[in-house]
């Protein structure tokens, strides 16, 4: 896999290890049969991590101090984990939870950390972010400010109240993250799940099928939260959001890159050794040229992947660059994994690669962490305060 500078000794020798360890050893897992319908069993993803944690890879991405390598070395680190879908599972870089690591370790307490952080990083807790609401009741789903779950202060303890959708991972989950809408504003707790009051109605049926626990409708009915539960401080939860959100945008980019790059070379394989009309599959331009096509969008998505990288570790917010970043990377590698589905013809839509899953998985990608409409209509809005002209009296 490709390197640029930026990149450290210590990035390149982990994603090294890391990829070698996805390979040979987590590959084999993707026939394991522990599943159901939304992802791995947590049995199967704790077997995995065992493994992890013996080669020394569990976590790559996060020092003993609880400090985050640099984006640069992260990039790398997670494409090489995304090699399978299996593999951010097993070395703990899978969203949401390498997400919920990072604000975590940016916002809370020290005693938080202890509670609820240290046990995400070594990898016996999963945990949940539950932000987005049902838009049949017109609740915050790509528009968080839509937000109708409310946090009211009761003496020492603050009750919640609403309904949440699309929650990654709740069903199984040791830690919750949950928003809702305070007197102050937007407002963030830690919780302990299950808890009382936190209520699964149902676990949706979706395309995507990596998630351990799917991705949940959750009523949040009188859910009573201690004070010092509060992630920061009330009213701060849009801009902790923002925090989480464009590293974790990004993220998301890495690994996927890391699933397509596989997917490449499994359809570049086939085609080289299928013959067709006389000559081997790559030899026919239709052919050729998809994979050719392909070569390029896998390079331009690891590149804008580093551009975005470079402004978060300069220490900038990333909005605007991760939104770009978004865009680019989930419709570049929607294209090569359905032109790899298209190099293998019959054998791209079964099971028996997984070129089939990784093409389902990735056109989720198009819409989870914002859909790319979203991102656009946002950058759109920057272009238009650009270059509105200021009033100059």
Not at 136 to 150: F, R
Request: charged share 25%; with cysteine; proline share 5%.
């Amino acid at each position: 896999m490709t390197t640029h500078a930026g990149v450290t000794e210590r990035g390149r020798d982990i994603a090294a290890r890391v990829e070698r360890f996805v390979r040979d050893v987590i590959v084999p897992y993707e026939k394991d049969k522990r599943r159901d319908s939304h992802g791995p069993t947590d049995a199967m993803v704790q077997e995995m991590r065992g493994l992890a944690r013996e080669a020394g890879l569990l976590t790559p991405h996060i020092l003993p101090d609880g400090g985050h390598l640099s984006h640069r070395d992260t990039a790398i680190i997670l494409r090489a984990s995304g090699l399978s879908p299996l593999g951010p599972l097993a070395v703990n870089t899978a969203a949401p939870d390498e997400g919920n690591m990072f604000l975590l370790g940016r916002v809370a307490s020290a005693e938080q950390k202890a509670r609820f952080l240290a046990p995400m990083i070594a990898g016996t807790a999963r945990s949940a972010f539950f932000m987005t609401e049902p838009s049949d009741e017109n609740g915050a789903g790509s528009d968080p400010s839509m937000m109708l779950t409310t946090a009211k202060p009761d003496g020492n303890h603050w009750v919640v109240n609403g309904r949440k959708t699309f929650i990654t991972g709740a069903q199984g989950a040791k830690v919750g993250i949950i928003m809702a809408k305070s007197d102050e504003g937007a407002t963030m707790f830690l919780v302990d799940l299950p808890m009382e009051g936190i209520r699964i109605e149902r676990v949706l049926d979706t395309i995507d099928s990596s998630m351990p626990g799917g991705h949940s409708v959750i009523a949040l009915e009188n859910v009573r939260i201690p004070a010092d539960q509060m992630l920061g401080n009330a009213g701060e939860g849009f801009r902790y959001a923002q925090v989480r959100l464009a590293p974790a945008r990004l993220t998301h980019c890495m690994r996927w890159l890391g699933a397509a790059t596989r997917c490449q070379e499994i359809a570049s394989d086939y085609a080289v050794r299928r013959r067709a009309f006389g000559k081997a599959l790559i030899d026919h331009e239709g052919v050729g040229f998809m994979l050719a096509e392909n070569m390029i969008d896998l390079q331009q998505s690891a590149l804008i992947i580093d551009w975005c990288a470079d402004a978060l570790d300069r220490g900038e917010a990333g909005t605007v660059e991760s939104s770009m970043a978004k865009v680019a990377v989930s419709e570049a590698l929607f294209r090569v994994t359905d032109r790899c589905v298209q190099v293998m013809g019959g054998t791209g839509v079964s099971r028996d690669t997984i070129v089939e899953q990784i093409f389902r998985e990735v056109r989720a990608f198009r819409i989870y962490d914002g859909p790319t409409e979203v991102h656009k209509w946002s950058l759109a809005r920057k272009i238009k305060r650009d270059r509105t002209p200021r009033d100059p009296h």
